[in-house]
């Protein structure tokens, strides 16, 4: 389904792409009745902290699979963020999304696409944790098929490079953590 400003996906209106990636697309949309801006992507994911991107509902629209994300207003990437920080600050953010993993990992998920683009800086500067989209755990693992390497290269852990899926945990999200520190301190 090609998706076009203005087009209605269930009780969404879409306004407009907000951007795109491996496993899908995210769209400013409107909620019809509530009139609230959420953020759409093709995942699932249910968590709830405050340096994690809330999820308004999930469900199949118009035949495809969606998540409708709360709108991170002012949003910009940590990449985009790294750019104009100072050093403290760019380490201060690395912090906020290490609290935000540590939540991810108590529910019993890897996030497994911890990167930059993966984490938005909301307009109170705060790191927000989104794009659950290759999200594993004991409950998920038929949302990527069996062998198949899935992340980002340059923050894969090696267990995620060898496709050594029964040793992902959380050690792997803390690999990529520590990609993102060190771009934080270079």
């Not at 093709?42 to 994300?69: D, K, N, Q, S």
């Not at 939540?103 to 993966?118: F, I, Q, S, T, Y």
Request: glycine share 12%; net charge negative; aromatic share 4%.
């Amino acid at each position: 389904m090609n998706l076009q400003p203005g087009s209605v996906l269930g009780p969404y209106r879409i306004d407009v792409e907000l951007g795109r990636g491996a496993m899908g697309a995210v769209f400013r949309a409107r909620h019809l009745e509530a009139q609230r801006d959420v953020r759409e992507a093709e995942v699932v994911a249910g968590l709830r902290h405050p340096g994690i991107v809330g999820v308004h509902e999930a469900g199949v629209f118009g035949g495809l699979p969606c998540i409708a994300y709360e709108l991170v207003e002012g949003g910009r990437t940590l990449e985009e963020a790294f750019a104009e920080l100072l050093l403290i600050e760019r380490v201060e953010l690395v912090v906020e999304v290490a609290a935000a993993l540590a939540h991810v990992h108590e529910a019993g998920l890897v996030h497994r696409d911890v990167k930059p683009g993966n984490v938005l800086i909301d307009d109170q500067g705060r790191a927000r944790l989104t794009d659950f989209g290759l999200v594993g755990g004991e409950d998920l693992e038929r949302l990527t098929r069996t062998g198949g390497l899935v992340g980002t290269p340059a923050y894969m852990a090696p267990e995620q490079i060898e496709c050594e899926r029964e040793a992902i945990g959380p050690h792997t999200d803390v690999w990529a953590l520590g990609v993102l520190l060190y771009e934080a301190l270079t």
